[in-house]
């Protein structure tokens, strides 16, 4: 399918929001529940799967995009917002929880970009978003995103979402890094994942890193993020109030230990 052609303006600091620009006929698909505001004469329809399945193939096209989004996590619909008016016209969408709105340009990252489940935020009508399995059983286990991922493929724009400051770093073939898997954002396809031991039980136990890294192994690029939306939540999780059991009162070491998962930190580290 032709990708749309859009204009975006990206805005905020922390909780940043994107208004995509249509032209006549122009449509663009967000995810449901992220629409901030659109300018009148922009309609609205809410389809099966990513849009892109949803505007052919009959009924089993639509149920199998929406089969793919499903094992992601994410919601069966997408909403479709098209300019039927004569002029240009606005539609925006904002972030989930403070960070950066990355524009993704499909085209010149060679048509694939594998994120994150909950990393897309909208698109240009004719991106389709697939699914992407992780190759080696370990990575599934322990790789802080699970054995699924999500796949943005086309030529278009596609704006994903990270949590606090966001870095893109260009791997050269064989080169590698390590990075704290709940990190991790995005990469090209050529970039190989793989799970790494830290090495020392001492450093799993204590370091609050977990057992587990990713190592991220180029050609390609990869997006990092500073805040994995599970390290927030975690750590908002341990400061509220405790309710059953006995409240927990702040300075507790009990009460940190049961809040923050000791043993989930100690596999996954920001495993989600």
């Given at each position: ?18 208004e995509v620009e249509l032209d ?176 020392k039980i001492k450093t799993a ?20 993020q500073s805040l994995p939306f ?43």
């Amino acid at each position: 399918m032709a990708m749309d052609v859009v204009d975006y303006e990206i805005k905020g600091a922390e909780m940043q929001f994107v208004e995509v620009e249509l032209d006549p006929g122009e449509a663009a698909i967000g995810e449901a529940g992220s629409m901030m505001f659109m300018d009148a004469g922009i309609a609205m329809d809410t389809v099966f799967g990513d849009g892109s399945a949803g505007q052919g193939g009959g009924l089993l096209g639509k149920l199998l995009g929406a089969g793919k989004r499903l094992v992601t996590g994410e919601s069966l619909f997408t909403t479709i917002y098209t300019n039927q008016g004569t002029g240009k016209r606005r539609v925006a969408f904002a972030a989930p929880y403070p960070g950066k709105i990355l524009a993704m340009d499909l085209r010149q990252l060679g048509g694939t970009l594998i994120c994150q489940k909950d990393a897309f935020l909208c698109a240009a009508r004719g991106v389709s978003l697939g699914i992407a399995l992780q190759k080696k059983l370990s990575t599934g286990f322990f790789g802080g995103e699970g054995f699924i991922m999500q796949k943005l493929e086309g030529d278009g724009l596609a704006f994903v979402h990270a949590g606090g400051t966001v870095v893109r770093r260009t791997l050269q073939p064989g080169q590698a890094m390590l990075v704290d898997t709940g990190c991790v954002v995005a990469y090209t396809p050529g970039v190989n994942f793989e799970i790494q031991y830290v090495g020392k039980i001492k450093t799993a136990l204590f370091g609050g890193e977990g057992l587990f890294l990713a190592r991220l192994t180029g050609p390609g690029e990869v997006w990092l993020q500073s805040l994995p939306f599970s390290r927030l939540a975690s750590r908002i999780f341990a400061a509220a109030p405790q309710t059953g059991g006995g409240g927990r009162e702040e300075g507790s070491v009990l009460g940190g230990f049961a809040g923050a998962g000791l043993l989930g930190g100690l596999l996954g580290g920001d495993d989600e």
